[in-house]
């Protein structure tokens, strides 16, 4: 069994948990969010099912992205653009590239001290933090 599919039995696992039924679309939802392992916009989400030959409606693909999302089995990222789904929910950072707008998610830890820093700033203890990074591809040696 690939990563990807593991990690996607593990999130209807999850639903089952949470006690959301695991419907038709729901299922559709979160295959496409795992196999694209990106970040996209319900109309993107609607479009590909669309595409594969998966009939889903509009409202269903909203509603089952939202009730996901509120029961944080996926993430919603608000951009300018609109809002984007992804399939990760653990806490996690993202690099946007400011050419094509991708967004990459990363695992990054802070070093220990500068936890510690922003702890004394603030007066608040740091339990969980992401970053949110922008970024150009650097040019590659000898271009």
């Known amino acids: 069994m690939s990563a990807a599919s593991s990690g ?9 948990k ?15 969010l795992w196999t694209e392992a990106s970040h996209l916009s319900a109309k993107d989400i609607f479009e590909k099912l669309n595409d594969q030959g998966r009939r889903i409606r509009h409202t269903s693909v909203y509603q089952n992205l939202e009730a996901l999302q509120r029961a944080g089995v996926i993430e919603c990222l608000d951009r ?19 050419e094509s707008g ?7 830890q ?3 001290e500068l936890v510690r820093e922003i ?3 603030t007066g608040y203890t740091i339990e969980t933090y992401t970053l949110q990074l922008s970024g150009r591809p650097r040019a590659l040696d000898g271009d």
Not at 8 to 16: D, M, V
Not at 80 to 93: K, M, N
Not at 102 to 108: A, G, K, P, W, Y
């Open 102 to 108: 991708r967004i990459e998610d990363l695992d990054v």
């Open 110 to 112: 802070l070093p220990d």
């Open 80 to 98: 300018a653009s609109g809002r984007l789904y992804g399939y990760r929910s653990d806490p996690h950072s993202h690099l946007t590239c400011l």
């Open 8 to 16: 996607l039995q593990a999130t209807f696992e999850l639903c089952r």
């Open 119 to 121: 702890e004394e700033r």
């Open 18 to 32: 949470l006690g959301m039924r695991l419907s038709q679309q729901r299922r559709m939802v979160l295959d496409l």
